[in-house]
């Protein structure tokens, strides 16, 4: 039983993220069809476009001009924050809610297809920290 609670859990996460993104007016990015993201060229798209924020080890950045969190965290674990809210964060900014280092800035030179790439990135050194 536990096991469907959790995909009934996940499900309903996906919804609300869905209808808030509908009810926000917002389209949810996709990538190119048939695009199979690559952890490696995320990695050199996340140090190019992510890392001033998120740190160069994704354990965030507290000091100096530009802040972040870690992505090295539970909160961001896929079944908290999905690839779509990576998606959308980079279309559309992002208001702080779980951090204090104020809201993130769209990014609007970082494609879709970069932003798959920099998830597979961040999801595979997650699961190498043991964030599932």
């Not at 690839?83 to 030179?109: E, I, S, T």
Request: aromatic share 6%; glycine share 10%; net charge positive.
């Amino acid at each position: 039983m536990p096991e469907n609670y959790g995909k009934l859990f996940c499900g309903i996460l996906l919804a609300a993220l869905s209808l808030t993104a509908q009810s926000q007016g917002w389209q949810v990015p996709q990538p190119s069809a048939g695009l199979m993201p690559n952890p490696a060229s995320g990695k050199k798209l996340f140090l190019q476009h992510c890392a001033a924020c998120h740190g160069a080890d994704l354990m965030g950045v507290e000091s100096g001009e530009k802040k972040g969190p870690p992505l090295l965290h539970k909160i961001y674990e896929p079944s908290h924050h999905g690839d779509a809210a990576f998606q959308l964060a980079v279309k559309n900014g992002v208001r702080a809610h779980h951090w204090p280092y104020g809201d993130m800035a769209p990014v609007p030179q970082v494609t879709p297809d970069d932003v798959a790439h920099i998830t597979a990135y961040v999801r595979a050194e997650q699961r190498k920290a043991g964030i599932r």
